[in-house]
C-alpha cells in the first residue's frame, strides 16, 4: 500500500482490518441501521412532522442548549480546577484529585436523586435559593445542573497532563520580554492548551448530549419545558410509536454527528502549530 | 559600570545557594560564569534577570538598585536553556511578543523583525512554527527574541548546552561576532571551560555557590588564585609529597620543601605541558614508561608511569612527538619545568613562595 511506511512493528494490514471491523460492529452497523429505517419506511413528509413537531423541537433545544451551556461552565471551572490540582501542592490535593472522578464512577440515577433532593424546596440547597426566586429541581437549570456534573472530569482529565508538560521556562520567557501574568496567561499559556480544551469541552458536551439518568431524576420532565430528547424518544417507545422514536433519533444523530465535526476541525485549527 | 552585584546570596531554604558574591561587570562586556553544576552560577544570572530575588546583599543595573523591581521592568533579554519558545506561535511572532507589550508600533514591528531575521540568518523562516526548525535556529530565535525590544544587558544560561559539537563551535564564533557587532552587554553561563575561555572577555568562577576568581581567561589559566581554579581551568596533575631528610618526597620525585617541616605534606600541582620529555634515557632526571597515547588532533595526550606506578598526565603537539620517534610502551626521560605550590602543612617559616604562585625552573624537576 502506497501509504504503508515501514515501521519495526509488523502488521499494518491486520490491525486497520480489526479497527474497520470493531468501529463497523460497534458504531457504524448500528447507527447505520437506524438510519436506514428511517429512509425506508416513513416517507421524507412524515419525517419532517415527526421530528419538527413543537415538543420535540423545544427538547432539541433544551438538550443541546443547556448541554452546551454546562460544557461551557466546565471548560471555565474545570480548567481552574485542573490549573490548581497541577500547579500547586497543598494538603488534601490527591483526595481532592481522585474526587474528579467521582462523576464517572457515580451511577446517573444516584446523581440525579441526589441532586433533586438537594435543590427541592425542603432541601439543603433548595430552602435558601426557592424563597429567592431561584428554581433548580424540576426546570431547564437544573438540566443544566446535572449536566455539568458529569461532564466535568472529561474536561480535567484532558487538560491535566498538558498543564503538568508546561515549560515553566516559557511562562518566565515571557515575563522576561516584559508581560504580566494576564497577557502571560491569555497569549502563551492557553493558546497552548486550546486544542486539549477544545478536546475535554467537545467530550464533555458530547456526555451531556446523551445523557438521561441524572437528567430524568431532576428536570421535572415538564412537556415542552424541561423534558430532554433523550426522554421524549423513551415516551415514544413506551407508547409504541417506533417512528415517531425513530425519526427524532435520526434528528439526535446527524446533529450529534456534525457538532463533533465542527468541533474537531476547531481543534484542527487550534493545533495547527503542532502538524 | 553597567551591572553590579555587592554581596548578594540567596538562600533555598536551608540550602544556601550563593554566598556573599560581588563582581561588577562593564558596560559592552562579555561575561563567562564558569563552574560546576549546582556552583550557583544560574541563580547568579537568574538574580540579574530578577526571575529569582536575592536574600541578601544588593543588585545594580547600570548604578539604579534592582532588588525589587520587578522581571517585567528590568529591561533585560534573556535566553533559556531549553529556548523557551512559544510554541504556538511562528517565529516572527515569538520576535515580535516583546515589540508588541512594549507598544511599539505596527510598522516600527515589522521592521524590527525583519532586521533581525535578516541579522540572525533567519530569512524565509518568520512563518515556520518553532518544531519546524533544527536546534541551532532555535537558538538564534531564542536570541532575537530577546534583543528585540534592544534590552540593556543579554544573559544567556547555558545557551550552547542542548546542540551538537559542530554546530556548537559555529554558534560560539557567532555569539563572539553578534557580541562585536551589538555591542550589548552580555553575560552567559556554562560549565564547559573551553567555551569560557574562548568566547569570553571575563571570566567569573563559581563553586559551591561562592565566587572563586574573576579575570580575563588568561588570568584565570595562566594564575589561579587558588587550587580550585587551578584544578577547573585546564588540567593539573597534582602530587601530595612527604617532607623527609630536607626533601619534598613521592615516589621517585623530589622537591624542596618550601618551608614545610620534617614529616610534613606539601602538595603541589603542574600543567601537562609542564613536562618536558625525552626518547634519551640520561636527558631528564626521572624515568618512565609511556603508558597511553590519546590522540586529540594537533595535540597528544600522553600518560607516563613511573617505575614505582605514578602515573604523570602530559600534553605534546603531534610535530614534537613524532621527532621524539616513540610509541606505547617506549622507555623515556621526564622533568617538570614548572610547578604550582598548592599547600602547605604545618609551614612555620615564612612563606618563600606564596600558595598558587608558579615556580619555574631554569634546570627543571
Known amino acids: ?275 | 559600570m553597567s551591572i553590579e552585584l555587592r554581596n548578594v546570596s540567596k538562600q533555598f531554604g536551608q540550602v544556601r545557594a550563593v554566598e556573599g558574591v560581588t563582581f561588577t561587570v562593564k558596560e559592552g562586556e562579555l561575561v563567562a560564569l564558569l563552574g560546576p553544576s549546582g556552583g550557583g552560577k544560574t541563580t547568579v544570572l537568574r538574580m540579574i534577570a530578577g526571575l529569582e530575588t536575592p536574600t541578601g546583599g544588593d543588585l545594580f543595573i547600570r548604578g539604579e538598585r534592582m532588588n525589587d523591581v520587578s522581571v517585567q521592568k528590568r529591561n533585560i533579554g534573556f535566553v533559556f536553556q531549553g529556548y523557551a519558545l512559544f510554541k504556538t506561535m511562528s517565529v516572527r511572532e515569538n520576535i515580535a511578543f516583546g515589540l508588541k507589550i512594549k507598544k511599539w508600533r505596527t510598522a516600527d514591528i515589522e521592521a524590527r523583525v525583519d532586521e533581525l531575521l535578516k541579522l540572525f540568518g533567519l530569512d524565509g523562516l518568520g512563518a515556520r512554527y518553532p518544531h519546524q526548525l533544527s536546534g541551532g535556529q532555535r537558538q538564534r530565535v531564542a536570541i532575537a527574541r530577546a534583543l528585540a525590544p534592544k534590552p540593556s544587558v543579554l544573559l544567556l544560561d547555558e545557551p550552547f548546552g542542548a546542540v551538537d559539537a559542530k554546530i556548537r563551535q559555529e554558534l560560539r564564533e557567532w555569539l563572539v561576532r553578534l557580541h562585536h557587532e551589538l555591542n550589548v552587554t552580555t553575560i552567559f553561563v556554562t560549565h564547559d571551560q573551553e567555551e569560557a575561555l574562548e568566547v569570553s572577555n571575563r571570566i567569573v568562577i563559581f563553586s559551591r555557590g561562592k565566587l572563586e576568581q574573576i579575570g580575563t581567561p588568561r588570568d584565570v589559566y595562566e594564575k589561579p588564585a587558588n587550587e580550585f581554579v587551578a584544578r577547573f581551568i585546564g588540567v593539573l596533575n597534582v602530587l601530595e609529597l612527604k617532607v623527609q631528610n630536607g626533601q619534598a618526597r613521592l615516589a621517585e620525585l623530589s622537591f624542596p620543601t618550601h618551608g614545610v617541616p620534617e614529616g610534613n605534606t606539601l602538595r603541589i600541582g603542574f600543567r601537562p605541558y609542564a613536562v618536558q620529555i625525552s626518547s634519551q634515557l640520561g636527558e631528564y632526571r626521572y624515568r618512565a614508561t609511556l603508558k597511553h597515547i590519546f590522540f586529540l588532533g594537533v595535540l597528544l595526550r600522553l600518560e607516563l608511569e613511573t617505575p614505582s606506578g605514578l602515573t604523570i598526565r602530559t600534553r605534546i603537539i603531534k610535530e614534537e612527538f613524532n621527532r621524539l620517534g616513540i610509541a606505547e610502551g617506549a622507555e623515556v626521560s621526564f622533568q617538570i619545568r614548572e610547578y604550582r605550590v598548592l599547600s602547605r602543612e604545618g609551614d612555620s617559616l615564612s612563606a618563600e613562595v606564596p600558595v598558587a604562585q608558579l615556580v619555574s625552573l631554569a634546570e627543571g624537576i
Do not use: C
Open chain 1, 1 to 275: 500500500m502506497a501509504f504503508k511506511k515501514p515501521s519495526p512493528l509488523p502488521g499494518f494490514g491486520l490491525s486497520l482490518g480489526y479497527t474497520v471491523f470493531y468501529l463497523s460492529l460497534i458504531v457504524l452497523i448500528p447507527l447505520g441501521a437506524l438510519f436506514f429505517r428511517v429512509v425506508t419506511h416513513i416517507g421524507f413528509e412524515d419525517f419532517w412532522k415527526l421530528a419538527t413537531s413543537t415538543r420535540a423541537v423545544a427538547s432539541y433545544k433544551l438538550t443541546f442548549g443547556a448541554s452546551f451551556i454546562a460544557a461551557v461552565i466546565n471548560a471555565i471551572f474545570g480548567t481552574l480546577l485542573a490549573w490548581v490540582l497541577t500547579r500547586y501542592t497543598f494538603p488534601g490535593r490527591r483526595l481532592l484529585d481522585a474526587l474528579v472522578d467521582f462523576p464517572f464512577a457515580l451511577p446517573t440515577a444516584v446523581a440525579g436523586l441526589t441532586l433533586a433532593d438537594l435543590f427541592s424546596e425542603r432541601g439543603w440547597l433548595g430552602q435558601f435559593l426557592v424563597p429567592m426566586g431561584i428554581k433548580v429541581a424540576y426546570t431547564s437549570l437544573g438540566v443544566i445542573v446535572a449536566l455539568t456534573f458529569i461532564g466535568m472530569p472529561f474536561i480535567v482529565r484532558t487538560l491535566q497532563p498538558v498543564l503538568e508538560n508546561l515549560e515553566r521556562e516559557v511562562e518566565e520567557a515571557a515575563a522576561t520580554l516584559g508581560a504580566g501574568r494576564l497577557r502571560t496567561f491569555w497569549s502563551v499559556v492557553l493558546p497552548t492548551l486550546m486544542p486539549a480544551l477544545l478536546t475535554g469541552f467537545a467530550l464533555s458536551f458530547a456526555r451531556a448530549i446523551g445523557e438521561y439518568g441524572s437528567v430524568v431524576f431532576i428536570a421535572g420532565n415538564k412537556h415542552s419545558e424541561s423534558e430532554i430528547t433523550p426522554l421524549l424518544i423513551f415516551l415514544r417507545l413506551e407508547e409504541y410509536d417506533y417512528t415517531g422514536a425513530m425519526a427524532i433519533a435520526v434528528v439526535m444523530l446527524l446533529f450529534s454527528f456534525v457538532l463533533l465535526i465542527g468541533i474537531n476541525l476547531l481543534e484542527r485549527w487550534a493545533s495547527r502549530f503542532q502538524n
